[in-house]
Protein backbone atom coordinates (compact mmCIF):
# COMPACT_ATOMS: atom_id res chain seq x y z
CA UNK A 1 0.00 0.00 0.00
CA UNK A 2 1.46 3.16 -0.89
CA UNK A 3 1.28 5.65 1.77
CA UNK A 4 2.15 8.93 3.42
CA UNK A 5 1.49 8.89 6.80
CA UNK A 6 2.02 12.01 9.16
CA UNK A 7 1.92 12.02 13.24
CA UNK A 8 0.39 13.84 14.66
CA UNK A 9 -2.59 15.26 12.60
CA UNK A 10 -3.45 18.12 15.10
CA UNK A 11 -1.31 19.85 17.29
CA UNK A 12 -1.66 22.87 19.88
CA UNK A 13 1.39 24.03 21.93
CA UNK A 14 2.47 27.28 23.35
CA UNK A 15 4.85 29.95 22.09
CA UNK A 16 8.63 28.82 22.73
CA UNK A 17 7.57 25.12 22.78
CA UNK A 18 9.41 22.50 20.94
CA UNK A 19 7.13 20.99 17.98
CA UNK A 20 8.50 17.24 16.23
CA UNK A 21 6.17 16.21 13.36
CA UNK A 22 7.07 13.29 12.21
CA UNK A 23 6.39 11.69 8.49
CA UNK A 24 6.96 8.00 7.35
CA UNK A 25 6.40 6.58 3.54
CA UNK A 26 6.51 3.03 2.98
CA UNK A 27 7.32 3.19 -0.53
CA UNK A 28 11.36 3.49 -0.44
CA UNK A 29 11.32 6.94 -1.82
CA UNK A 30 14.74 8.41 -2.09
CA UNK A 31 13.34 12.03 -1.75
CA UNK A 32 11.38 13.45 0.96
CA UNK A 33 9.82 17.17 1.46
CA UNK A 34 8.36 19.45 4.21
CA UNK A 35 6.05 21.94 2.99
CA UNK A 36 3.56 24.70 4.64
CA UNK A 37 0.10 25.52 3.65
CA UNK A 38 -1.34 28.75 4.12
CA UNK A 39 -4.11 30.64 2.97
CA UNK A 40 -3.70 32.44 -0.18
CA UNK A 41 -0.08 31.25 -0.47
CA UNK A 42 -0.20 27.61 -1.80
CA UNK A 43 2.52 25.23 -0.53
CA UNK A 44 5.70 26.60 0.22
CA UNK A 45 8.96 24.33 0.68
CA UNK A 46 10.48 24.35 3.92
CA UNK A 47 12.49 21.19 3.59
CA UNK A 48 13.94 18.79 1.12
CA UNK A 49 15.60 15.27 1.22
CA UNK A 50 17.45 13.74 -1.19
CA UNK A 51 18.20 10.32 0.83
CA UNK A 52 19.34 9.77 4.46
CA UNK A 53 21.34 12.74 5.98
CA UNK A 54 21.14 14.67 2.30
CA UNK A 55 18.74 17.36 3.05
CA UNK A 56 18.61 21.16 1.56
CA UNK A 57 16.83 24.11 2.71
CA UNK A 58 13.76 25.03 0.39
CA UNK A 59 12.34 28.45 0.25
CA UNK A 60 11.62 28.76 3.94
CA UNK A 61 13.77 27.35 6.02
CA UNK A 62 14.14 29.59 8.93
CA UNK A 63 13.12 28.63 12.23
CA UNK A 64 12.75 24.81 11.28
CA UNK A 65 15.32 21.89 10.81
CA UNK A 66 14.66 18.30 9.47
CA UNK A 67 16.10 14.90 10.65
CA UNK A 68 16.05 11.97 8.17
CA UNK A 69 18.10 9.09 9.93
CA UNK A 70 16.29 6.64 7.92
CA UNK A 71 15.09 6.23 4.01
CA UNK A 72 11.03 6.51 5.10
CA UNK A 73 11.20 8.87 8.24
CA UNK A 74 11.68 12.28 8.09
CA UNK A 75 11.02 14.80 10.88
CA UNK A 76 10.41 18.37 10.76
CA UNK A 77 11.19 20.31 14.43
CA UNK A 78 10.77 23.70 15.41
CA UNK A 79 12.89 24.61 18.31
CA UNK A 80 11.19 27.30 20.31
CA UNK A 81 7.89 27.72 17.97
CA UNK A 82 6.56 30.93 17.33
CA UNK A 83 2.89 32.07 16.62
CA UNK A 84 3.65 32.29 12.81
CA UNK A 85 4.47 29.49 12.44
CA UNK A 86 0.97 28.61 12.96
CA UNK A 87 -0.22 26.42 9.79
CA UNK A 88 -0.82 23.44 8.07
CA UNK A 89 2.43 20.85 7.25
CA UNK A 90 2.41 18.32 4.53
CA UNK A 91 4.68 15.63 3.98
CA UNK A 92 5.59 14.68 0.75
CA UNK A 93 7.76 11.68 -1.26
CA UNK A 94 8.22 10.83 -4.49
CA UNK A 95 11.05 8.63 -6.24
CA UNK A 96 12.40 10.08 -9.72
CA UNK A 97 9.87 11.11 -11.92
CA UNK A 98 8.65 14.48 -9.96
CA UNK A 99 5.53 13.09 -8.78
CA UNK A 100 5.15 13.76 -5.11
CA UNK A 101 2.81 11.74 -2.42
CA UNK A 102 1.64 13.87 0.27
CA UNK A 103 0.38 12.80 3.90
CA UNK A 104 -2.92 13.98 5.15
CA UNK A 105 -1.23 16.93 7.10
CA UNK A 106 -0.29 18.03 10.59
CA UNK A 107 -2.39 20.96 11.49
CA UNK A 108 -0.28 23.17 14.28
CA UNK A 109 -1.23 26.15 16.08
CA UNK A 110 1.05 28.02 18.22
CA UNK A 111 -0.48 29.99 20.70
CA UNK B 1 12.23 34.52 -7.53
CA UNK B 2 10.24 32.21 -10.15
CA UNK B 3 6.46 31.70 -9.35
CA UNK B 4 3.78 29.82 -10.91
CA UNK B 5 0.63 32.20 -10.57
CA UNK B 6 -3.00 30.60 -10.69
CA UNK B 7 -5.47 32.96 -11.83
CA UNK B 8 -8.53 31.88 -10.05
CA UNK B 9 -8.99 31.95 -6.89
CA UNK B 10 -12.40 30.25 -6.82
CA UNK B 11 -14.75 29.04 -9.48
CA UNK B 12 -18.27 27.77 -9.36
CA UNK B 13 -19.52 25.41 -12.21
CA UNK B 14 -23.11 23.90 -13.01
CA UNK B 15 -22.47 19.98 -13.02
CA UNK B 16 -21.83 18.67 -16.30
CA UNK B 17 -20.28 21.73 -17.37
CA UNK B 18 -16.75 22.31 -18.14
CA UNK B 19 -13.95 24.10 -15.68
CA UNK B 20 -10.79 25.85 -16.73
CA UNK B 21 -8.53 26.80 -14.51
CA UNK B 22 -5.41 28.48 -15.66
CA UNK B 23 -2.05 29.68 -14.45
CA UNK B 24 1.10 31.33 -15.89
CA UNK B 25 5.18 30.52 -14.99
CA UNK B 26 7.96 33.08 -14.94
CA UNK B 27 10.76 30.42 -15.49
CA UNK B 28 11.44 29.81 -19.10
CA UNK B 29 13.62 26.70 -18.07
CA UNK B 30 10.24 24.65 -16.82
CA UNK B 31 9.70 21.63 -18.57
CA UNK B 32 7.23 19.54 -15.91
CA UNK B 33 3.90 21.10 -15.02
CA UNK B 34 1.56 18.88 -12.80
CA UNK B 35 -1.54 19.46 -11.09
CA UNK B 36 -2.97 18.18 -7.95
CA UNK B 37 -5.88 18.23 -6.30
CA UNK B 38 -6.74 18.24 -2.63
CA UNK B 39 -10.30 17.11 -1.57
CA UNK B 40 -11.25 18.80 2.21
CA UNK B 41 -9.13 18.26 5.17
CA UNK B 42 -6.88 15.78 3.07
CA UNK B 43 -3.37 15.87 1.60
CA UNK B 44 -2.99 16.86 -2.21
CA UNK B 45 -2.77 13.66 -4.89
CA UNK B 46 -1.57 14.30 -8.21
CA UNK B 47 -4.16 13.94 -11.28
CA UNK B 48 -2.28 14.62 -14.43
CA UNK B 49 0.57 16.24 -15.35
CA UNK B 50 2.53 17.79 -19.03
CA UNK B 51 5.67 18.06 -20.15
CA UNK B 52 7.16 20.67 -22.36
CA UNK B 53 7.56 18.84 -25.13
CA UNK B 54 4.04 18.69 -25.90
CA UNK B 55 1.04 20.82 -25.96
CA UNK B 56 -1.52 19.23 -24.92
CA UNK B 57 -2.44 16.06 -22.83
CA UNK B 58 -5.86 14.24 -21.92
CA UNK B 59 -6.64 11.76 -18.83
CA UNK B 60 -10.87 10.79 -19.27
CA UNK B 61 -12.32 14.41 -17.95
CA UNK B 62 -9.03 15.85 -17.69
CA UNK B 63 -7.18 18.16 -20.55
CA UNK B 64 -3.80 19.76 -19.84
CA UNK B 65 -2.87 22.51 -22.13
CA UNK B 66 0.12 23.89 -22.43
CA UNK B 67 1.52 27.50 -24.50
CA UNK B 68 5.57 27.74 -23.94
CA UNK B 69 5.55 31.08 -25.94
CA UNK B 70 2.97 32.95 -22.78
CA UNK B 71 4.32 30.80 -20.56
CA UNK B 72 0.67 29.37 -20.04
CA UNK B 73 -0.96 26.32 -19.01
CA UNK B 74 -4.62 25.08 -17.81
CA UNK B 75 -6.88 21.98 -16.93
CA UNK B 76 -10.16 21.57 -18.40
CA UNK B 77 -12.51 19.70 -16.44
CA UNK B 78 -15.15 18.44 -19.05
CA UNK B 79 -18.44 17.22 -17.56
CA UNK B 80 -18.03 18.02 -14.46
CA UNK B 81 -19.41 16.06 -11.06
CA UNK B 82 -20.02 17.10 -7.84
CA UNK B 83 -16.91 15.12 -6.85
CA UNK B 84 -14.57 17.31 -8.57
CA UNK B 85 -15.56 19.64 -6.24
CA UNK B 86 -12.18 20.18 -4.20
CA UNK B 87 -9.09 23.13 -4.64
CA UNK B 88 -6.53 22.21 -7.48
CA UNK B 89 -3.15 23.59 -7.53
CA UNK B 90 -0.98 23.76 -10.62
CA UNK B 91 2.66 23.57 -10.17
CA UNK B 92 5.97 23.64 -12.64
CA UNK B 93 9.27 22.56 -12.19
CA UNK B 94 12.29 23.14 -14.33
CA UNK B 95 14.18 19.99 -16.02
CA UNK B 96 16.30 17.84 -13.76
CA UNK B 97 14.79 19.83 -10.41
CA UNK B 98 12.94 17.77 -7.38
CA UNK B 99 11.39 21.07 -6.45
CA UNK B 100 8.17 21.83 -7.38
CA UNK B 101 6.79 25.23 -7.24
CA UNK B 102 3.02 25.28 -6.31
CA UNK B 103 0.06 27.87 -7.66
CA UNK B 104 -1.97 29.68 -4.90
CA UNK B 105 -5.00 27.02 -5.61
CA UNK B 106 -8.36 27.63 -7.02
CA UNK B 107 -11.26 26.37 -5.24
CA UNK B 108 -13.59 24.19 -7.69
CA UNK B 109 -17.25 24.11 -7.05
CA UNK B 110 -19.73 22.12 -8.82
CA UNK B 111 -23.55 23.07 -8.18
CA UNK B 112 -25.70 20.02 -8.79
Known amino acids: DMKVTQMPRYLIKRMGENVLLECGQD?????MYWYRQDPGLGLQLIYISYDVDSNSEGDIPKGYRVSRKKREHFSLILDSAKTNQTSVYFCASSFRDNTLYFGAGTRLSVL | GEKVEQHESTLSVREGDSAVINCTYT??????FPWYKQEAGKGLHFVID?????DRKQSQRLIVLLDKKAKRFSLHITATQPEDSAIYFCASASSGSWQLIFGSGTQLTVMP
Open chain 1, 27 to 31: MSHET
Open chain 2, 27 to 32: DTASSY
Open chain 2, 50 to 54: IRSNV
